[in-house]
């Protein structure tokens, strides 16, 4: 490959390649601050940069590669940061106004991790406002575009962190999911995101969370194996994350060996799935037992019927404890949110103790079902990319849908603190991406990461490129 598409080589092979002193960290980082100067201007996927501390900081990675000494195997790899995450040199502006030269003079703790082990950070990609929706677009920065097709949306709310990754800006990006925003957006867009175990990741210096616990951090890259790099530096217990101890915990218990027993469910009783996202699911399954793995196709038994009345409260709920607490962000935040927090308000205490409960028998009854078997495929998102301003599509199949009808296979599995991985598959006849996501018990992250890297070596993705 010519020096001057550097920007294709995913982190594996940058890092092997520094190892080998065939290439350096310097010349890299020059390479993606070209690519970005060249894609991001089409698809607004980077909103803020530090293009002179990103260089500074490659020097000091050729460096340490060069002695023999790197901090880690993500030491002078580019990445980018979702701007729902703070970083203690850039703002963290949430998509909103309010917000838009907020400091707080940390890192969360993912990304000093990553920082530590000398990931080069390139800059923060965009968001919708407060991160809450499934599209990507904000009065501060506007609306991100899918590299694949300009007029369509690249999902949410990472949708900035994977158009870059789509656009080749950077070959790794730290996300944040949920209820979906690494899978949909991973999905329409032809990359991989792992939504982590619950804790998996643990969490520090945080913005104030909107789903209860459901928010969790986690990698998205072009291939498995680096999303497995990343993830292996972010993860790991921490004391000011109790829950992390138990993830942990959950990640040390024997894995299954030998051919998986996965669950395929096609869809959700009647609801609307975009016939090209069945047939290429369908197939990525049928790829899966192609491999050995026994797969068994039927429901999901699970009682998933309360969280469809429960999901819009949680965040309502959310956003007026936010308001409550953070008037001058409630001033000039736009009025749909202003509205669902208005809603919040009205919403008594004892429906809100009612959900947490509902979410604690979730997560007991998803232990059951994780003892018969060891993973779940299901689709990442029920309908293709849609027009880039619009918050989600208004059909699906023919059928008229609310804003959660394209998400109605993703925030169950937030709601159960399960692992959850997004794989591409066969693209639609347009040419657009489409993903599947296999999910596994709390703590199966390695197991979904492995049974991703088998079915990627077998139908490999990372040379598609959207033609930009």
């Given at each position: 490959?010519?020096?001057?598409?550097?920007?294709?080589?995913?982190?594996?092979?940058?890092?092997?390649?520094?190892?080998d002193?065939?290439?350096?960290?310097?010349?890299?980082?020059?390479?993606?601050?070209?690519?970005?100067?060249?894609?991001?201007?089409?698809?607004?996927?980077?909103?803020?940069?530090?293009?002179?501390a990103?260089i500074?900081?490659?020097r000091?990675?050729?460096?340490?590669?060069?002695?023999?000494?790197?901090?880690?195997?993500?030491?002078?790899?580019?990445?980018?940061?979702?701007?729902?995450?703070?970083?203690?040199?850039?703002?963290?502006?949430?998509?909103?106004?309010?917000?838009?030269?907020?400091?707080?003079?940390?890192?969360?703790?993912?990304?000093?991790?990553?920082?530590?082990?000398?990931?080069?950070m390139?800059?923060?990609?965009?968001?919708?406002e407060?991160?809450?929706?499934?599209y990507?677009?904000?009065?501060?920065?506007?609306?991100?575009?899918?590299?694949?097709?300009?007029?369509?949306?690249?999902?949410?709310?990472?949708?900035?962190?994977?158009?870059?990754l789509?656009?080749?800006?950077?070959?790794?990006?730290?996300?944040?999911?949920?209820?979906?925003?690494?899978?949909?957006?991973?999905?329409?867009?032809?990359?991989?995101?792992?939504?982590?175990?619950?804790?998996?990741?643990?969490?520090?210096?945080?913005?104030?969370?909107?789903?209860?616990d459901?928010?969790?951090?986690?990698?998205?890259a072009?291939?498995?194996?680096?999303?497995?790099?990343?993830?292996?530096?972010?993860?790991?217990?921490?004391?000011?994350?109790?829950?992390?101890?138990?993830?942990?915990?959950?990640?040390?218990?024997?894995?299954?060996?030998?051919?998986?027993?996965?669950?395929?469910?096609?869809?959700?009783?009647?609801?609307?799935?975009?016939?090209?996202v069945?047939?290429?699911?369908?197939?990525a399954?049928?790829?899966?037992?192609?491999?050995?793995?026994?797969?068994?196709?039927?429901?999901?038994?699970?009682?998933?019927?309360?969280?469809?009345?429960?999901?819009?409260?949680?965040g309502?709920?959310?956003?007026?404890?936010?308001?409550?607490?953070?008037?001058?962000?409630?001033?000039?935040?736009?009025?749909?949110?202003?509205?669902?927090?208005?809603?919040?308000?009205?919403?008594?205490?004892?429906?809100?103790?009612?959900?947490?409960?509902?979410?604690r028998?979730?997560?007991?009854?998803?232990?059951?079902?994780?003892?018969?078997?060891?993973?779940?495929?299901?689709?990442?998102?029920?309908?293709?990319?849609?027009?880039?301003?619009?918050?989600?599509?208004?059909?699906?199949?023919?059928?008229d849908?609310?804003?959660r009808?394209?998400?109605?296979?993703?925030?169950?599995v937030?709601?159960?603190?399960l692992?959850?991985?997004?794989?591409?598959?066969?693209?639609?006849?347009?040419g657009?991406?489409?993903?599947?996501?296999?999910v596994?018990?709390?703590?199966?992250?390695?197991?979904?990461?492995?049974?991703?890297?088998g079915?990627?070596?077998?139908?490999?993705?990372?040379?598609?490129?959207?033609?930009?």
């Amino acid at each position: 490959m010519s020096d001057n598409n550097l920007w294709r080589l995913p982190a594996t092979e940058l890092a092997r390649r520094y190892r080998d002193r065939s290439l350096t960290p310097l010349a890299v980082a020059q390479d993606c601050l070209g690519r970005l100067q060249a894609v991001n201007p089409r698809i607004n996927a980077v909103v803020a940069r530090r293009d002179a501390a990103f260089i500074a900081e490659a020097r000091a990675a050729t460096d340490r590669w060069a002695r023999g000494a790197p901090l880690s195997p993500i030491d002078g790899i580019p990445l980018t940061v979702k701007d729902s995450l703070y970083t203690a040199d850039l703002p963290t502006t949430w998509g909103c106004p309010a917000l838009r030269d907020h400091r707080t003079g940390h890192d969360e703790l993912a990304v000093a991790r990553a920082r530590a082990g000398g990931a080069l950070m390139v800059g923060k990609t965009n968001v919708p406002e407060f991160a809450l929706e499934g599209y990507t677009d904000n009065p501060v920065f506007g609306a991100t575009r899918n590299p694949w097709d300009l007029a369509l949306t690249p999902g949410g709310s990472t949708g900035g962190g994977v158009a870059a990754l789509a656009a080749g800006i950077a070959p790794l990006a730290i996300g944040q999911d949920g209820g979906g925003s690494i899978r949909r957006p991973a999905s329409h867009t032809g990359v991989v995101g792992l939504k982590p175990s619950l804790s998996a990741v643990p969490r520090e210096h945080v913005l104030p969370s909107l789903l209860l616990d459901f928010e969790v951090v986690g990698p998205l890259a072009r291939t498995v194996a680096d999303v497995r790099l990343l993830f292996e530096v972010m993860r790991g217990p921490a004391a000011v994350d109790r829950s992390s101890l138990a993830a942990a915990h959950a990640a040390g218990q024997p894995a299954s060996a030998g051919p998986l027993r996965i669950l395929y469910v096609e869809r959700f009783g009647a609801a609307p799935l975009d016939p090209q996202v069945a047939a290429s699911v369908a197939g990525a399954v049928d790829q899966l037992a192609a491999l050995g793995h026994r797969v068994e196709r039927g429901p999901l038994s699970l009682d998933l019927d309360f969280f469809a009345a429960a999901w819009p409260q949680i965040g309502q709920a959310g956003l007026a404890r936010l308001f409550e607490h953070a008037p001058k962000w409630q001033a000039a935040a736009s009025q749909k949110y202003r509205d669902m927090a208005e809603l919040g308000e009205r919403i008594p205490a004892s429906r809100l103790w009612d959900i947490l409960e509902r979410v604690r028998q979730l997560r007991r009854d998803a232990a059951t079902l994780f003892e018969h078997v060891d993973a779940i495929a299901l689709p990442c998102a029920a309908a293709l990319p849609w027009p880039a301003q619009d918050a989600y599509p208004l059909r699906i199949d023919g059928q008229d849908v609310g804003p959660r009808g394209h998400a109605i296979y993703t925030g169950w599995v937030n709601a159960a603190g399960l692992p959850a991985l997004a794989l591409p598959c066969a693209p639609s006849r347009e040419g657009l991406p489409i993903g599947m996501q296999v999910v596994g018990r709390y703590g199966g992250d390695d197991l979904l990461l492995d049974l991703g890297a088998g079915y990627e070596a077998a139908h490999p993705w990372a040379e598609r490129w959207p033609p930009l």
